[in-house]
């Protein structure tokens, strides 16, 4: 018989482990490559030159401003109420027309007093008896022929006797309901015919020319605050309006709850555009001029951890640098630099910069959101954003 031996067994292992390292060089060579080319790409995107971004720019100015302050405050009227009826009654006539301006003492509603008359008409005539009679015993007093208190009893009932009709008088009076100063009415809350008790509204009543504005101040401007102070204020009903006038009260006391004192403006108001209750923008002059560096508010990029400005730059090109075709680039570049500053008060579309920029520094005013530090721009003023210390709404 043959003999079997074992020699094919040490060759099986062998194909395996060359076929094993054969797929490891295989496959570690495609890695490998494609490893290369993705180094290759990156480095070829990160070396790209960038295109440059057009923006436009704006050098920071050095400006001198009054030290102002600013507020929020409720327009409110100089009279205000809700005319009510001092006696009660039926609603006999209505003489207004809701939303109309009145004069002081205007006739607003009448009530029935046709039974109050009636009562006067009797008080009159016992008042008259009672004249008739304190006259005739004056006279006998005078010849002696009554006593004092006689003649006193009949004079004070005679007085009393027209006080009740003055009395009659006045309950009538108070069934008419007048305006108690002159304003513009509101809408009418009773109705012909209604009865009415004393006390109920019949209708709003303001007085619109001139008008309060009334706002809060911390208590550290008790001392930088006082009456006459110019102030001006707008409301949001009419954009583009500003209304003058001046401090007319400040209250002594603070609030010991929120530290604050209230302050009382009057504006002039001829034409009524400002109404009671309105929410009022207030802003005043302190009177004390600084120098301030300004720039546009929309050159700068309000964060929460921060506000900044991409601030211009001009360098020198290097050997070498190429535009994205790959021609080559010559003579100075502009490039920007993102800084943080530190922002203050604003006046229309300016913004004071009290830290982080100096005067002459050009900033970006427009295309922020599509730079990034080092970015090269190109400077195109031919469109410039607002820069309006006190901007106007234009009609068009």
Do not use: C
Not at 18 to 40: D, E, P, Q, T, Y
Not at 199 to 215: K, M, R
Not at 252 to 278: E, M, S
Request: hydrophobic share 45%; aromatic share 6%.
């Amino acid at each position: 018989m043959p003999v079997t031996t074992n020699a094919s067994k040490p060759n099986a292992a062998m194909r395996w482990t060359l076929m094993l390292v054969g797929v490891i060089v295989v496959f570690g060579g495609v890695f490998l490559i494609k490893a290369i080319f993705a180094k290759g790409t990156n480095d070829f995107f990160d070396h790209m030159a960038q295109p440059a971004v057009t923006i436009s720019a704006t050098a920071a100015k050095q400006d001198r401003w009054s030290s102002t302050d600013a507020a929020v405050g409720t327009v409110a009227a100089i009279n205000g109420i809700d005319v009510t009826a001092e006696s009660g009654g039926v609603v006999r006539s209505i003489e207004f027309k809701a939303g109309q301006p009145v004069q002081a003492g205007a006739i607003l509603v009448r009530l029935n007093t046709a039974n109050e008359d009636a009562v006067l008409k009797a008080l009159e005539s016992s008042a008259q008896l009672a004249q008739v009679q304190a006259q005739r015993w004056q006279a006998l007093g005078r010849d002696k022929m009554v006593s004092v208190d006689d003649v006193q009893t009949r004079t004070t009932a005679a007085a009393n006797a027209r006080a009740q009709v003055e009395a009659q008088r006045a309950l009538i009076a108070q069934k008419t309901v007048r305006a108690p100063f002159s304003g513009v009415l509101g809408i009418r809350r009773v109705n012909l015919g209604q009865f009415i008790s004393p006390g109920t509204a019949v209708v709003s009543l303001q007085q619109l020319d001139p008008i309060f504005v009334n706002f809060s101040l911390p208590e550290q401007m008790i001392g930088k605050i006082s009456q006459g102070t110019p102030m001006h204020a707008s409301v949001d009903a009419l954009p583009g309006q500003n209304f003058t006038g001046t401090i007319t009260a400040v209250d002594p006391q603070v609030d010991p709850a929120t530290h604050n004192f209230t302050v009382q403006a009057t504006l002039p108001n001829p034409g009524g555009a400002l109404r009671p209750g309105t929410f009022a923008r207030v802003g005043f002059d302190l009177g004390v001029e600084r120098d301030v560096v300004v720039i546009p508010q929309t050159a700068v990029s309000f964060n929460p951890y921060g506000n900044a400005v991409f601030v211009i730059t001009k360098m020198s090109r290097k050997a070498g640098e190429t535009d994205p075709q790959g021609k080559p680039l010559t003579g100075d570049k502009f490039v920007v630099t993102q800084r943080f500053i530190k922002t203050g008060a604003t006046r229309g579309d300016l913004i004071e910069v009290s830290e982080g920029l100096k005067p002459g520094e050009q900033v970006v005013t427009s295309g922020l959101l599509k730079l990034r530090n080092g970015s090269e721009v190109i400077i195109d003023n031919t469109v410039q954003p607002s820069a309006d210390a006190q901007p106007a709404v234009q009609n068009r």
